[in-house]
């Protein structure tokens, strides 16, 4: 079966240029903020397999609408929000789906997410990790949401790294320093 078309859209935040990228089944993937624009729209295309940046259809440009609106510490629910899941593998769309059920401001671990597909032990958890680590849509799909054993940060892999994780969870009342969120800009 031929792939759809897929194309991309870098958009103004206020946490910087962050962009998605679609198919004509639905939002393929989602970068936040890299070192410069040209960072942040060379690791989209090349994440989602662009075919070049184009206007975003209308149920794009909401998404977009709401990713501006969460990265100003609006509560926005993506969960009505299509995503292009065809290319990925049976176990990380059900981990995905399970995580797309995580509410704002709330948290679960890897090693519980494990438990939930039926995995043991810390390969389990590991296992998790791996596949949050690919995750193609951060914040539509919470990876930030999900923990380190004993409620520890644990890794995120965008631009930042745990220090974004931190940001995003302290946009929706999560603290791991006991301070507030700093708004805009994070």
Known sequence: MEQPTINHCIFDTAIGPCGVAWSVRGLVAVALPEASRAATEKR???KAGSGGAATPPPAIGAVIADVKRYLTGERVDFTPVAIDVSSLDPFR???YELMR?????STTTYGA???ELGLNGWEGARD???AMGRNPVPIVIPCHRVLAAGGK???FSAHGGPATKAKLLALEGVRFDGGAPRLPGL
């Not at 059920?101 to 401001?105: I, N, Q, R, S, V």
């Open 44 to 46: 989209l295309a090349d």
């Open 93 to 95: 769309r059900k981990l």
């Open 101 to 105: 059920d995580l509410a704002w401001g």
């Open 113 to 115: 997410l494990a438990q």
């Open 128 to 130: 998790v990790g791996e």
């Open 153 to 155: 940060l644990g890794g």
